[in-house]
């Protein structure tokens, strides 16, 4: 695919130098990145300046620069430069311009919200591919369709490499995708010029204050995906208070909302729901009025409200209803999302690795866990290092909800580990210490603290890992070490059937 830096920045303001007639290969912002006749965009990040780069894009063979001042550098007078006023703005628009807007030529599905993302995106890709729509999903998990796994970097990429897979996944034959659409890539400007038919809402819970400062700041981040800026369809979950506010808000913008949770008022309408085994069954009110039940088999009422959410917008986006609601019989849990944890011999407990990192995620991953358990919960968690402080206490105490308490490790970043463990206990409901020193173990070593739940579970117990989910790798300050709590888990439990005898081996 070849374009030149004229019809690369059709649209862009902007000051030339040098001829708007060469040829361009490619996009890149990151000029480790840079191929040959690549457009090198000097953007501004939290920590970096691209502009201080601009040169190493050049030695990698770069042939223009878009920057937002003229830069003066050794071999610069023979690079076309296009002075623009914000270039991460131009990064996306010259993007959709170079890859041809593949979004206008989708049904882009926008999931936005503090928790659940994931996992209705995936429940999303798993109706639409059943109704016979073939279905892209990108996200914290990465990226793919129709089988075939794409390169995929941050929840939400950024915007030429959002571009990029969306174009990929038009070649593979896509009709349509479900994107988790970050606050973070919202404030940052990852998604502009982006076109969506559908945009959801999950939930708003505190999280990631270190970076909007308080909650309505929050709020207005995850907003944003329903302003006038990206006009769609509107699915929004008002079973919390803060997707109450945002259905209401956009009925009086004009928007078509499609409002779902337990109320007369939603559109699609839980009556009921019971935990049938392993099961949730739920008696619904559709959208066009009709009583539907159907079974799905995944842990945790936040886990019905992921359900009803992906099936809104699935149905929006074209699925027949009977086909979605029957396919859900069979859907599957993202890696790391209440993911079951199973050997053989099978044990007389059950564990899960969970991506709860915030209060409320720990709350909701604690009450799935007491569904499906006839005896403890143990839970297995840790505060990140450079994060939000002030959810630490909020965590603790969500956290206290369980039986057993594994205070532990997570990703510690520049802090150090028994500093975030000391303030974490430090956070301890005052006169409730002695009372709660037995249930509550602080254990550095995160493989230790596994080990310890499963070792200390009884027949019917539950075991949470919460915190890293599908992640692969923990960070110390700048170590990385590969760390996989399934795995972790896994090992365990084999190593606690060796030793109680039970180890099975099957022959080959």
């Not at 628009?93 to 936005?112: D, H, M, R």
């Not at 994060?387 to 956290?399: F, I, T």
């Not at 200390?456 to 760390?483: K, N, Q, W, Y």
Request: net charge negative; with cysteine; glycine share 8%.
């Amino acid at each position: 695919m070849t374009s030149s830096l004229a019809d690369i920045l059709c649209g862009i303001p902007h000051d030339l130098k040098g001829s708007g007639h060469v040829p361009v290969s490619g996009i890149a912002y990151d000029s480790r990145r840079v191929r040959k006749g690549n457009a090198f965009f000097c953007v501004c990040g939290l920590e970096s300046d691209g502009h201080d780069f601009a040169q190493a894009a050049v030695d990698r063979g770069a042939s223009a620069i878009v920057c937002e001042r003229w830069l003066d550098f050794p071999g610069a007078d023979g690079i076309p430069q296009a002075k623009v006023p914000d270039a991460r703005s131009a990064l996306a628009l010259a993007a959709a311009n170079f890859y041809g807007s593949p979004s206008e030529k989708l049904a882009l599905i926008g999931v936005t919200g503090t928790n659940g993302k994931t996992t209705t995106t995936y429940l999303i890709e798993h109706m639409l591919n059943a109704c016979g729509i073939t279905c892209g999903v990108i996200g914290t998990c990465g990226a793919r369709v129709d089988g075939y796994e794409l390169e995929s970097a941050h929840t939400t990429p950024e915007s030429a490499d959002l571009e990029r897979l969306l174009a990929q996944m038009l070649e593979l034959g896509a009709q349509a995708s479900a994107l988790e659409v970050s606050s973070h890539a919202l404030e940052m400007g990852r998604v502009r010029n982006v076109h969506f038919a559908i945009t959801a809402f999950t939930n708003l819970t505190q999280d990631h204050l270190d970076f909007h400062k308080d909650m309505e700041s929050y709020y207005q981040a995850k907003k944003h995906l329903f302003s006038d800026e990206f006009p769609a369809t509107r699915v929004i979950s008002t079973f919390g208070d803060a997707g109450r506010r945002l259905a209401r808000e956009c009925e009086e913008a004009g928007d078509r909302v499609v409002r779902v949770g337990p109320h007369p008022s939603d559109d699609l309408r839980l009556i009921e729901r019971k935990q049938v085994g392993a099961d949730a069954e739920l008696e619904l009110r559709a959208l066009d009025g009709s009583a539907l039940r159907l079974t799905h088999p995944l842990v945790g009422m936040f886990n019905t409200e992921n359900v009803m959410v992906a099936l809104a917008s699935a149905l929006v986006a074209g699925a027949d209803l009977g086909q979605a609601a029957a396919s859900l019989a069979d859907a599957s849990s993202p890696p790391g999302r209440m993911q079951r944890v199973k050997v053989a011999p099978e044990m007389d407990f059950a564990a899960f690795v969970d991506y709860a990192h915030t209060p409320d995620a720990i709350e909701k991953a604690i009450e799935a866990a007491r569904e499906v358990s006839q005896g403890n919960v143990h839970i297995v968690f840790g505060c990140e290092g450079d994060r939000d402080k002030g959810k630490r206490a909020l965590m603790l105490e969500a956290a206290l909800g369980a039986d057993h308490v594994h205070l532990t490790n997570d990703n510690a970043h520049s802090e150090r580990v028994m500093d975030i463990l000391s303030e974490v206990m430090a956070c301890m409901p005052k006169g409730a210490a002695d009372a709660l020193g037995s249930k509550v173990k602080m254990i550095p070593d995160r493989k230790r603290a596994i080990k310890q739940a499963v070792y200390s579970a009884s027949p019917g117990d539950v075991i949470l890992v919460c915190g890293r989910g599908h992640e692969t790798v923990m960070e110390f300050g700048r170590d990385r070490v590969h760390f996989d709590d399934a795995e972790e888990i896994r090992y365990h439990m084999l190593m606690l059937a060796v030793d109680e005898g039970r180890e099975v081996r099957e022959a080959r």
